[in-house]
């Protein structure tokens, strides 16, 4: 049976909130201290709902409610963990393989998923809060990365984005990786070499196109970007290899552009995050549990009222058996799967604010490696084509990799991670080959496949706590720039939770408001 919830007139003060963070405090307990830790509420000014769709006026004002979630299971003590807890021992990890030394029944904060996105927030949170003992815990179901989006992707850095925030997350990342070594390091860690390799982007554009490229160019360059604007003649001067045939401008990175390692930098979080303290469960995430909580309203604001918070997450380990963790605070950090993880949550599957679902979702993309003898030399840069396929140089000897989006019509199946090579023969291979007359003499040597987190709503990231549970924060849905901005999405998913607001880069508009407002934040260049 549903649970009343809230009802829409006490919800119009959350909704007028820039994010629910502001209007929400959770308890985060310290189980060095065993003190109550609140975030900070901000004072920043509420929004009016006047430009709320009329559409949606009415699901956002009908009673919410929370469907019914995982029954409550009973937590699994073992008798050695029961003494344990007695005598007041806490567990961590086992420095040498990296496994718990006992299931975690409990914590501060725990992140589903423990790819890039999860493993930088893990670590930030970790970094700013190491010495107030701060409990995380990272859920991921392949430690192993097999099929992990990050190590599957090609690691490329960009600040060449239509979105002032894209931007500064891209130059905050490029900062960031050029400080890696040492960031990441420790008394007993040494830090990872990602290996950057600072060969810019190159995006191309038809005359249909080149004033976007010129809007876009205009805010890079006010936010800091170096990016150069070329014309055909120029282009060919600079890249000789280059057709310009049906090119009207061009776009290039001169700085903090490239591609680099996306195994290093998503070990040198892991390692770091690790040596701070953070607990990684091999388990995957089954349900969630919910309890009861008196939310008091503010004065002149309405009366008090109960909302079902979301308090504990099962997870299946990897011999069947199911437990549970208690937490204050979860983040939303599965990936491509993180759409479906939360309608273990009720987002998607209740009423008025949880009837709208996270819309992430796997799209499969093929990434093909080839060896062109007569291609590019080392001043190739990852170039965007007009007609969307991309290429660059993997390593020396002439080998490159490339790939294309497809259409909506031609999507492939996301039951696997098969490649289809009759896309390259027919779509990616002919256009490249236009493009660059070095490669009309190719043999394609290897391919793989990954699946972007993609936000079907709008293709950008959904940043930020959920209008309803308001101890639930999302950092999901970068539709393939989710690698570069990780680190700069961690820090300010710290940042909500140990300030209460963003600091460093405003990302308010990523917010899943947008979502039930219908008003999306479209980028336009997406690769």
């Not at 769709?53 to 699994?76: A, G, N």
């Not at 900062?175 to 990441?184: G, I, P, Q, T």
């Not at 299946?316 to 993180?338: H, P, W």
């Not at 599957?349 to 993309?365: D, Q, S």
């Amino acid at each position: 049976m549903f649970k009343r919830a809230i009802t829409g007139v006490q919800l119009k003060p959350w909704l007028k909130s820039k994010y629910l963070v502001q209007s929400l405090s959770f308890p985060v307990r310290s189980f060095c201290n065993s003190q109550k830790k609140y975030s900070n509420k901000g004072d920043e000014s509420d929004k009016p709902l006047s430009n709320v769709v009329p559409d949606f006026q009415s699901e956002l004002f009908e009673e919410t409610r929370c469907p019914p979630l995982t029954q409550p299971l009973k937590p699994f003590l073992h008798p050695i963990k029961r003494s344990f807890d007695y005598l007041g021992i806490t567990g961590r990890n086992d420095p040498q393989t990296h496994n718990n030394l006992y299931f975690p029944r409990h914590c501060d904060i725990v992140i589903i998923g423990g790819g890039i996105m999860g493993c930088s927030i893990a670590y930030w949170l970790k970094q700013r809060g190491h010495d107030n003992g701060l409990r995380v815990i990272v859920v991921e179901r392949d430690p192993n990365y097999t099929r992990a989006s990050t190590v599957l992707s090609v690691g490329g850095l960009r600040q060449q984005f239509s979105l002032p925030e894209n931007i500064q997350m891209s130059l905050f990342g490029a900062e960031f990786l050029r400080n890696a070594k040492r960031l990441l390091s420790g008394e007993n860690l040494e830090g990872p070499d990602v290996q950057f390799h600072p060969y810019g982007y190159l995006f191309l554009a038809t005359q249909k196109g080149a004033d976007q490229l010129m809007e876009n160019h205009k805010l890079q360059t006010s936010l800091g970007a170096k990016i150069k604007l070329f014309s055909p003649y120029k282009l060919k001067e600079k890249f000789p290899w280059i057709n310009t045939d049906g090119v009207e401008l061009a776009s290039f990175g001169q700085e903090n552009e490239g591609w680099f390692d996306p195994w290093a930098l998503l070990n040198g979080f892991r390692n770091k995050a690790i040596e701070l303290g953070v607990e990684f469960v091999k388990a995957d995430t089954v349900g969630f549990e919910t309890e009861d909580t008196l939310v008091h309203s503010k004065p002149g604001v309405g009366e008090s009222f109960n909302y079902n918070k979301l308090k504990r997450v099962h997870v299946r380990l990897t011999n069947g058996e199911v437990r549970t963790i208690d937490f204050s605070l979860c983040v939303m950090a599965a990936g491509a799967q993180s759409g479906e993880v939360s309608k273990l949550a009720g987002i998607g599957i209740g009423t008025g604010l949880l009837r709208k679902a996270l819309p992430v979702e796997p799209r499969k993309r093929y990434v093909y490696c080839f060896h062109a003898p007569d291609g590019p030399g080392l001043d190739c840069p990852l170039t965007v084509d007009t007609t969307g396929s991309y290429f660059r140089r993997e390593g020396l000897g002439g080998h490159y990799i490339a790939g294309k989006s497809p259409t909506a019509n031609e999507e492939p199946g996301i039951a696997n991670l098969d490649v289809d090579y009759t896309f390259f023969d027919q779509q990616v291979w002919p256009e490249i080959a236009q493009r660059v007359p070095g490669f009309e003499n190719i043999k394609l040597k290897s391919a793989w496949s990954g699946y972007y987190d993609y936000n079907t709503f709008d293709q950008n990231a959904v940043i930020g706590s959920h209008p309803y549970h308001g101890n639930l924060m999302f950092a999901t849905g970068f539709s393939g720039h989710g690698i570069q901005h990780a680190p700069a999405v961690g820090k300010a998913i710290m940042e909500l939770v140990v300030d209460g607001r963003f600091i460093d880069i405003d990302l308010k508009r990523f917010g899943f408001e947008r979502i039930l407002t219908n008003h999306p934040v479209f980028e336009q260049n997406i690769v």
